[in-house]
């Protein structure tokens, strides 16, 4: 089937500084891709909603500029979580919507997520 | 705006045993998708189970069925034989433009 990777699984970093993740879809052109944020045992909380070429829809309560998403192709988004504190350590997690799939609203599949560790 | 509630923060079953997980959800839309989400301790998201909310044939993928009711809003998952595999965070979630997540069910199976 499908298959979205994240990258990196795991990333610590100091506070102040910027940290890049990575969503691919790898076998299929993802029109649409969606940014979770999850706190330990709670729900996946929406972020943004990322379209390839257009700029993100952020969810409310979500500081763009604190975390920037770009999907500058049909196979890759990326968020940047910019000036990290301590308090944006979560687990970030992605999913991309494969339009061809036989779903009138496309194939959903999730990335592995990935781990913030702000110090 | 859309909500989804699942009510039952954890539930137990006994190996072998049938249980079912709630789910209601709230939207003004027509057109719309549910899903089943399970998360093991990996913390990969896996499909267990969608229905497509035009459709009035309950949703059935194995063990794994839903009693979809469109009119009260509800989307239940019932495991049947439950396995000591089933054990996970389960989430119910809705789809139209986005998909939404319901605080989801952790539920523990006992051998």
């Known amino acids: 089937g499908a298959v979205v990777s994240q990258h990196p699984s795991r990333v610590i970093c100091k506070s102040g500084t910027s940290v890049k993740i990575e969503c691919r879809s790898l076998d299929f052109q993802a029109t649409t891709m969606f940014w979770y944020r999850q706190f330990p045992k709670q729900s996946l909380m929406l972020m943004a909603t990322s379209n390839e070429g257009s700029k993100a829809t952020y969810e409310q309560g979500v500081e763009k500029d604190k975390f920037l998403i770009n999907h500058a192709s049909l196979t890759l988004s990326t968020l940047t979580v910019t000036s990290a504190h301590p308090e944006d350590s979560s687990f970030y997690i992605c999913?991309?919507?494969?339009?061809?799939?036989?779903?009138?609203?496309?194939?959903?599949?999730f990335g592995e997520g990935s781990r913030l560790t702000v110090l | 705006a859309q909500t989804v509630t699942q009510s039952q923060p954890e539930m137990s079953v006994q190996e072998a045993e049938t249980v079912t997980l709630s789910c209601t959800y709230d939207t003004s839309e027509s057109d719309y998708y549910l899903f089943w989400y399970k998360q093991p301790p990996s913390r990969q998201m896996i499909l267990v189970i969608r229905q497509e909310a035009y459709k009035q044939q309950n949703a059935t993928e194995n063990r794994f069925s839903v009693n979809f009711q469109k009119a009260a809003k509800s989307f239940s998952l019932k495991i049947s034989d439950s396995q000591l595999g089933d054990a996970a965070m389960y989430f119910c979630a809705y789809f139209s433009d986005k998909i939404i997540f319901g605080k989801g069910t952790r539920l523990h199976i006992l051998p």
């Open positions: 999913s991309a919507r494969d339009p061809s799939g036989s779903w009138k609203t496309g194939e959903l599949f």
